[in-house]
């Protein structure tokens, strides 16, 4: 059952009211018509519940199937350039790529294609009303939980962080965000996460910081404004720091309502001068989970390989996982996969690959995808479905060319409840 809302009677705007009524009532008239009547002194609480969706709070694990929905290469979806771009999301019906070079291309275009098909729905212009050789820049696609999405600006070279808002696929974008070199970490906008609604209301913005390629050492570093009816409610936002320095990485929150951090980075001390003989058992990847009372655990980073490229955590009814896109350690020649958890319950923090219940934890891994990738790029989305338990997870692998790169669908459908 969905709690809907909860109101304090005695600290309710007509707590000053019923104060000075004389034997005050509620009066409650139900459609069949019959009418209940209750004395509003004896009442504390009222909450109302929605009977048609069930939510627990209770973390369940459940038994999952993972099938593969559809894969396109990068000739399939007309991608412009299938070695760099940039990110994906998915709003609304749409999976969107931001379909960008390194330098400035003013053929640089967000593609829209029928999340489950991957049928292409038409190009979204990337806006340029003020931008200074904006393309250079526009390195991250996030979408909001209201079927919004926004790009955001890499802060590189004294570029700043924008962000072009839009409500659709349609729209104009607006511009909540301009700000100077100065008013954000160097290299904050790597990667974003939007929540609630960035146009109404209550929204989120985090920008994990970190090199552009991955190939540098840089603190831990993430930033983040809250916002309301779509504009921040700050300037400049605060700033946030992990204990760990990494060389490339991505930072979520839980939800508007829990702030729980996820953090994914990769500490890639040595690369590439380690010895061939060495490749199979450095794992410089790392995943770790910071509490609201700032406790952190950490899952086993012989569980992944060598790198994240990208990850997402997120839930399906009350189960979270973790999906990821992993390489190994050449970025020339090591492959790329897939990988999903069940991040549901503590215990993945203590297990590894070599304990004998690991398959319950790591659901699925992909087939290996080799194509050259020395700027480490590559991206994850999700998008759920709680009323059906089903999530479809999308990963965008690059390649040297159109037909080496491409992006796959993935469907995670929930079963029955692990007691």
């Not at 609630?196 to 991955?214: A, K, P, Q, R, W």
């Amino acid at each position: 059952m969905k709690k809907l809302t909860s109101l304090i009677i005695g600290g309710s705007i007509a707590a000053g009211a019923i104060a000075h009524a004389v034997n005050p009532t509620m009066v409650v008239t139900m459609k069949n018509g019959n009418v209940v009547e209750y004395d509003l002194p004896d009442i504390e609480h009222v909450t109302f519940n929605n009977t048609d969706e069930e939510t627990p709070d209770t973390p369940q694990r459940y038994k999952t199937t993972v099938s593969e929905m559809w894969t396109k290469t990068g000739t399939d979806l007309a991608l412009q350039f299938p070695s760099s771009a940039r990110d994906i999301c998915v709003a609304g019906d749409y999976l969107l790529v931001l379909d960008n070079t390194i330098a400035y291309d003013a053929a640089a275009k967000i593609k829209a294609y029928d999340k489950l098909t991957g049928a292409f729905v038409k190009d979204v212009a990337i806006y340029e009303g003020g931008w200074n050789g904006p393309r250079s820049y526009t390195w991250t696609l996030a979408a909001d939980e209201a079927g919004h999405f926004a790009m955001g600006r890499l802060n590189s070279g004294g570029a700043g962080f924008w962000m072009d808002a839009y409500t659709d696929i349609d729209a104009m974008p607006v511009n909540p965000f301009k700000l100077t070199a100065t008013q954000v970490p160097e290299n904050a906008g790597k990667r974003m996460q939007l929540l609630g609604d960035i146009f109404s209301g209550e929204g989120y913005v985090c920008l994990t910081t970190s090199h552009f390629y991955g190939v540098t050492e840089l603190d831990g570093k993430y930033c983040t404004w809250n916002m309301n009816d779509g504009m921040p409610t700050t300037t400049e936002p605060e700033l946030h720091s992990f204990p760990a320095k990494w060389y490339s990485a991505v930072v979520q929150r839980q939800s508007l309502d829990d702030p729980t951090m996820y953090v994914t980075y990769n500490d890639e001390t040595g690369y590439p001068s380690h010895d061939y003989s060495t490749w199979d058992t450095l794992h410089g990847a790392h995943f770790a989970v910071v509490g609201a009372d700032g406790s952190r655990q950490e899952m086993n980073p012989s569980c992944f390989s060598y790198r994240i490229l990208d990850a997402n955590v997120f839930s399906v009814k009350n189960a979270r996982y973790y999906f990821t896109l992993q390489m190994g350690y050449s970025t020339g020649t090591s492959p790329m996969s897939t990988a999903l958890y069940d991040i549901t319950v503590d215990d993945v923090f203590t297990t590894s690959p070599t304990a004998a219940d690991y398959s319950d934890y790591k659901l699925y891994e992909s087939a290996g995808h080799v194509s050259a990738n020395d700027n480490r790029i590559g991206s994850v989305t999700v998008s759920v479905d709680n009323e059906k338990g089903i999530a479809y997870l999308y990963a965008f692998y690059p390649g040297k060319t159109g037909e080496e790169a491409k992006i796959t669908c993935l469907k995670l459908e929930l079963g029955e409840a692990i007691d």
